[in-house]
């Protein structure tokens, strides 16, 4: 049976039919593994991020070596470069596997088990306050902070 609304309960079916619990103790081990996977997916987000910083900013040096720090004028026409570069593939891997956890988190929650959704967002808080708070936190502001995006 699927629930429809929140409940708490340690009987739960998680993302496939051989993932359920049946005891307080698999519910604690499925709890923690949310958690983690909550956390790991901050990390690979900041790993995106950070990935993306670095590529545009190479990208966006000037002939004299200086950094252009206009971003809203900097264009991909004129960027130089080739358009199909092993960078782009690899931000492109990392936005596949950051969206295919967002995704796994998301339909994780809508197991509709109030326990689950606790250690998902709390792991979620966890993981932005060990990798994504820091001081460069002005700098990649621009990107979505959406769990799923």
């Known amino acids: ?70 971003p809203l004028l900097y264009t991909k026409i004129f960027a130089g470069g080739s358009r199909w570069n092993l960078g782009r593939f690899a931000g492109s891997a990392l936005f596949g596997i950051n969206s295919a956890l967002g995704y796994f988190l998301m339909l994780a929650i809508m197991s509709f088990n109030a326990g689950v959704f606790v250690a998902i967002v709390f792991g979620l808080a966890v993981g932005y306050l060990l990798f994504r708070s820091g001081d460069d936190e002005q700098v990649v502001v621009v990107d979505n902070p959406c769990a799923c995006a």
């Open 1 to 70: 049976m699927m629930h429809m609304t929140f409940y708490w309960g340690r009987k739960v079916t998680l993302l496939f039919d051989s993932w359920s619990t049946d005891s307080w103790f698999s519910y604690s081990l499925t709890l923690i593994a949310c958690l983690l996977f909550s956390v790991f997916y901050q990390y690979m987000e900041d790993r995106r991020l950070r990935f993306k910083l670095l590529s545009s900013s190479a990208l966006r040096n000037n002939a004299d070596g200086a950094v252009d720090t206009t």
